[in-house]
């Protein structure tokens, strides 16, 4: 059985951490599944991770639905979020209410996580009214990189924490599920966990909020770009793949690969016959001698 947005809930209320990973592929959502993860994001940080681009503004909602799409079927336990991307959701209600509606009807996904505080409150009062279950995301919002100047830590000075603090209770209010809160001083993201009855999922929040989300390729050492401070490699995953693929070429130059364990055969009167065939077309000229 699916886990519920219910179930997630019932987790902050009886204290137990929550685990919420990246995932974009058949192969990232089996592992991220097999692992225990209780949700899957398919984040559009994949405009960066898997795209190459260097923020998530590119990526297209088609794009977002292709992949929470395969995650969605290829998975059977874990709360899939299907992310909205930069301005799927902003316009107006009734286009975050479409756009939603795409995504959970063609994807597949439980619920959505959409970008922004107290201005996107009334959105997700509207989305949630129709049914649509919304995990919030505040703090530092990556489609509004360009409004922070960078990927900054949101929240250090009074007057900026009270923001986060008054997007925290908005988005709660409107009706959201959950909330992701994104590069907070650990303090701050201590007192929001506190304040509300919802999750609180952090990723470079520090360690008091009720769950932690990471991105698939950051805790694996694949990006490779470059890697946040708020990551933790727990496998090098990516130095392994390198040199599997260096082992590779090598062998190719060399000719130690494909070896007979890697080829297949032929019955040996076939081959015969088939090479009397081609000296017979040879001799006849039906064929281009070669
Ligand atoms: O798109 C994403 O992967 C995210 C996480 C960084 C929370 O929004």
Same mark, same amino acid.
């Given at each position: =059985?699916?886990? /519920?947005?219910?179930?997630? *809930?019932?987790?902050?209320? #009886?204290?137990?951490?929550?685990?919420?990973?990246?995932?974009?592929?058949?192969?990232?959502?089996?592992?991220? #599944?097999? !692992?225990?993860?209780?949700?899957?994001?398919?984040?559009?940080?994949?405009? =960066?991770?898997?795209?190459?681009?260097?923020?998530?503004?590119?990526?297209?909602?088609?794009?977002?639905?292709?992949?929470?799409?395969?995650?969605?079927?290829? /998975?059977?336990?874990?709360?899939?979020?299907?992310? =909205?991307?930069?301005?799927?959701? *902003?316009?107006? @209600?009734?286009?975050?209410? !479409?756009?939603?509606?795409?995504?959970?009807?063609?994807?597949?996904?439980?619920?959505?996580?959409?970008?922004?505080? #107290? +201005?996107? @409150?009334?959105?997700?009062?509207?989305?949630?009214?129709?049914?649509?279950?919304? =995990? !919030?995301?505040?703090?530092?919002?990556?489609?509004?990189?360009?409004?922070?100047?960078?990927?900054?830590?949101?929240?250090?000075?009074?007057?900026?924490?009270?923001?986060?603090?008054?997007?925290?209770?908005?988005?709660?209010?409107?009706?959201? +599920?959950?909330?992701?809160?994104?590069?907070?001083? @650990?303090?701050?993201?201590?007192?929001?966990?506190?304040?509300?009855?919802?999750?609180?999922?952090?990723?470079?929040?520090?360690?008091?909020?009720?769950?932690?989300?990471?991105?698939?390729?950051?805790?694996?050492?694949?990006?490779?770009? +470059?890697?946040?401070?708020?990551?933790?490699?727990?496998?090098?995953?990516?130095?392994?793949?390198?040199?599997?693929?260096?082992?590779?070429?090598?062998?190719?130059?060399?000719?130690?690969?494909?070896?007979?364990?890697?080829?297949?055969?032929?019955?040996?009167?076939?081959?015969?016959?088939?090479? /009397?065939?081609?000296?017979?077309?040879?001799?006849?000229?039906?064929?281009?001698?070669?």
């Amino acid at each position: =059985m699916r886990m /519920t947005v219910r179930d997630i *809930q019932k987790m902050k209320t #009886e204290s137990q951490p929550i685990s919420m990973l990246t995932a974009y592929d058949a192969i990232s959502a089996r592992l991220a #599944e097999t !692992a225990g993860v209780e949700m899957i994001l398919v984040g559009d940080t994949l405009g =960066m991770v898997v795209q190459g681009h260097d923020s998530t503004i590119p990526v297209t909602l088609d794009q977002m639905i292709y992949h929470a799409e395969i995650v969605a079927r290829v /998975t059977q336990k874990p709360l899939i979020v299907g992310d =909205m991307p930069f301005m799927s959701v *902003q316009v107006s @209600a009734e286009q975050a209410l !479409a756009n939603c509606a795409r995504m959970m009807q063609e994807a597949r996904v439980t619920c959505v996580k959409v970008e922004g505080g #107290e +201005f996107m @409150a009334p959105t997700i009062a509207r989305l949630t009214e129709a049914g649509i279950p919304v =995990m !919030a995301h505040i703090g530092l919002t990556p489609q509004s990189v360009h409004k922070f100047g960078g990927f900054r830590v949101q929240g250090k000075e009074v007057e900026t924490a009270q923001q986060v603090i008054r997007d925290a209770h908005a988005v709660e209010d409107a009706g959201a +599920f959950a909330l992701v809160l994104e590069l907070t001083p @650990a303090p701050l993201s201590q007192i929001i966990t506190e304040r509300l009855h919802i999750p609180t999922i952090g990723i470079g929040a520090g360690r008091y909020c009720d769950g932690q989300v990471q991105v698939f390729h950051d805790i694996l050492d694949l990006y490779q770009v +470059f890697l946040p401070k708020h990551t933790k490699q727990y496998a090098k995953v990516g130095d392994l793949i390198l040199k599997g693929i260096q082992d590779f070429v090598q062998e190719v130059q060399k000719r130690e690969f494909p070896t007979e364990k890697q080829s297949f055969n032929m019955n040996q009167e076939e081959l015969a016959a088939l090479r /009397t065939q081609l000296e017979q077309d040879n001799a006849n000229g039906s064929h281009p001698k070669r």
